[in-house]
């Protein structure tokens, strides 16, 4: 079973940057969107980012021009550049297939900022 696979988390001072990776494990025909998101302690999983097929994008306001989404339809892999991060950007990040017939979860990976 394909299987998406985060990495690029970890720990980061205020201000720093970070840059998030996902790659399907496997093939995954027609992927429309791509996406980000992020749930801290306590809270809900909330949209980060996404990105068409089209390389449409779209971003949350807490993280428009700071965020940057990206994508490479060869390797089936979605990344997030993080760039000015704030403590309230604290929070595991999972990223999301989607196509026509079911949507792929990643396993979360921990982006923490701190002093």
């Known amino acids: 079973q394909v299987q998406l696979v985060e990495s690029g988390g970890g720990l980061v001072q205020p201000g720093g940057s970070l840059r998030l990776s996902c790659a399907a494990s496997?093939?995954?025909?027609?992927?429309?969107?791509m996406a980000w998101y992020r749930q801290a302690p306590g809270k809900e999983r909330d949209l980060v980012a996404t990105?068409?097929?089209?390389?449409?994008?779209n971003y949350a306001d807490s993280v428009k021009g700071r965020f940057t989404i990206s994508r490479d339809n060869a390797k089936n892999t979605v990344y997030l550049q993080m760039n000015t991060l704030k403590p309230e950007d604290t929070a595991v990040y999972y990223c999301?297939?989607?196509?026509?017939?079911?949507?792929?979860w990643g396993q979360g990976t921990q982006v923490a900022v701190a002093s």
């Open positions: 999301n297939f989607q196509t026509n017939v079911r949507t792929y």
């Open positions: 990105i068409t097929s089209g390389n449409v994008t």
């Open positions: 496997g093939i995954i025909f027609r992927v429309s969107v």
